[in-house]
């Protein structure tokens, strides 16, 4: 490889270097808003004070649903 080539090279893998370094930035910016919106869905399905029934899914009726943790979370811990 002539000195030509090899700075070729080295300019390529640069570049190569630098479109991943910014893919995996976003990468990390895309986990962070993952993690906030399943925060915010966890703030909101969260036990009754009787810790029985979820606030958002419970309804007067009963039924499988209503009971917490409730599908939502279950399907959030890989348990649905």
Not at 13 to 22: I, K, P
């Amino acid at each position: 490889m002539t000195p030509d080539e090899m700075q070729a090279e080295i300019d390529r893998l640069r570049v190569e270097n630098d479109e991943l370094r910014s893919i995996r930035l976003n990468m990390g910016r895309g986990i962070n808003k993952l993690r906030a919106a399943i925060d915010r869905v966890r703030a909101l399905h969260r036990p009754t004070l009787e810790g029985a029934h979820c606030v958002v899914c419970h309804s007067s009726d009963s039924s499988d649903w209503d009971f917490y943790p409730c599908p939502t979370i279950r399907a959030l811990d890989g348990d649905a």
